[in-house]
């Protein structure tokens, strides 16, 4: 079986490439169910976010992300307004509250390895958007070299919420959503878009194992979590670079055979937060 097919084989049933199902826990480590996302009007805003991260040193408040998009105004917007809508689409997508333990790890891992950004916040927000997440297929399931449409973006949308939004909201949403696997590096191109294979990190594999634990992957479940296949990896492919994460520092993996065993020492002050 090809890592396509792999892929391919992920996606089906009622959760993209099996997200969990919603819970308490799941909702209060930051994961998101709801039918509304930020993608209806904004893409994952990648820009705005490494502004933010720049500019608001890890470890601040909630008042301090805040003040720096609304006073210090730090993501250069021209009025008052879209500053606001940009600190709620921002919300929408990432929290932006350290206290929120999706976001404080994205934030840990960027601050070790800023490149990683990319990877870090896609898999941040396709946790926290279900709109995103329904154009999920279309982009996965293609072939590298493929052309994906945005149409077929707009369709996957209208299946996953059928009848709940308007034709100009689908489009909409699914240009958004185009250009945020773009950003994410899943597509290439402006008109034309067509896939490309993602070149994973250690420290987005370390965010995809710690995801995938959280959303009750254990044991070898964890290198095929939806998260890891959300990065391209098949599970040896997640495997090794997971015991690449082990080697930098950022994780403990011991897999032997059926046995695996994964810790997360650096990421101590997260682990008490997991379901």
Known sequence: ???????????????????????????????????????????????????????????????????????????????????????????ELYALDEATPVFGLLRKLQAIDAASLPLLAIQVAWARDPLLRATTSPVIDASEGERVETASLAQAFEAAFPNQYSEQSRNQTARHAASSWTQSGHLAGRARKTRQRIKSTVAAVTLAFFLGEVAGYHGTAVFSNPWCRLLDLSPDRAKFIGFEAHRAGLLNLRAVGEVVELSFPLLAEFQDQRS
């Open 1 to 91: 079986m090809t890592l396509h097919d792999d892929l391919q084989l992920a996606a089906r049933g009622p959760f993209p490439l099996g997200f969990p199902a919603t819970s308490a826990a799941l909702i209060a480590f930051g994961l998101k169910f709801s039918s509304g996302g930020a993608h209806i009007s904004r893409t994952m805003m990648l820009a705005e976010l490494g502004a933010i991260m720049d500019n608001v040193p890890r470890g601040s408040g909630v008042v301090d992300y805040r003040e720096a998009i609304l006073q210090r105004n730090v993501l250069d917007k021209a009025t008052d307004s879209t500053r606001r809508e940009s600190l709620r689409r921002l919300r």
